[in-house]
Nanobody, 122 residues
Framework: QVQLVESGGGLVQAGGSLRLSCAAS????????MAWFRQAPGKEREFVAV????????SYAATVKGRFTISRDNAKNTVYLQMNSLKPEDTAVYYC???????????????WGQGTQVTVSS
């Protein structure tokens, strides 16, 4: 079992920055792909970014590429999402996910955090 706890969400003005953290416990390690997804009110959950076990492979949604950076510190069992140049359309609940397969589909991930709210005001 893997437990994931997100933190770092909040209210920020457009153009600002936030850094989300996801602390993992349980059977964690570099074998797991770690990803961030988000879900805005009335919309489906969507992929944001994923990082491979060693941190050498990353992939981003087109809507956040160049503004968001995913990273991980395996020694601390923590994954980060640095979000810069935030836009009102980035407003959503952000979820951390872990899985052995990885990829862009939410169904590929076995473990999920409870989510953290990010609100970007215009």
């Amino acid at each position: 079992q893997v437990q994931l706890v997100e933190s770092g969400g909040g209210l920020v003005q457009a153009g600002g920055s936030l850094r989300l953290s996801c602390a993992a416990s349980g059977r964690t390690g570099s074998a797991y792909f770690m990803a961030w997804f988000r879900q805005a009110p009335g919309k489906e959950r969507e992929f944001v970014a994923v990082i491979g076990g060693s941190g050498g492979i990353t992939s981003y949604a087109a809507t956040v590429k160049g503004r968001f950076t995913i990273s991980r510190d395996n020694a601390k069992n923590t994954v980060y999402l640095q979000m810069n140049s935030l836009k009102p359309e980035d407003t959503a609940v952000y979820y951390c996910a872990a899985g052995l397969v990885g990829g862009l589909r939410s169904g590929s991930y076995d473990y999920w955090g409870q989510g953290t709210q990010v609100t970007v005001s215009s």
